[in-house]
């Protein structure tokens, strides 16, 4: 989760504050969301999809590389698990390096 508190649109933390008190929230959203169309609200939906969906892409991508980092240690080369990914060598080999024991 910490990869998801990591913006990359300054703006964003105010939308993706996961530890906000709802007190305040709610008066946000009533002062700012009385008038809303239905364009407003599309909009609306439509950012919470893209934050439901980067999340979900942060979750897999950070399961993504924890295996390769295990494929790494149990012996499985960068060549082989780039064919089974669609990924470079190269990508695999720096996210998984073979570790130094």
């Known amino acids: 989760m910490a990869n998801y508190l990591k913006m ?14 709802s007190h305040s929230a ?16 599309r909009i609306v939906a439509a950012t919470k999809k893209r934050i439901r969906a980067e999340v979900a892409f ?7 590389r ?3 980092r295990e494929g790494r ?5 960068p060549s082989h698990m780039a064919k089974l990914t669609g990924f470079t060598r ?5 996210i998984a390096p073979l570790s130094k024991s």
């Open 26 to 41: 709610t008066a946000l959203s009533c002062a700012t969301m009385c008038n809303m169309d239905e364009l407003d609200e």
């Open 73 to 77: 240690a149990a012996g499985k080369g």
């Open 8 to 21: 990359r649109i300054p703006f964003a933390h105010e939308i993706r504050d996961l530890y906000a008190r």
């Open 58 to 64: 942060n979750n897999a991508d950070a399961e993504l």
């Open 66 to 68: 924890e295996l390769l």
């Open 90 to 94: 190269e990508w695999v080999a720096k």
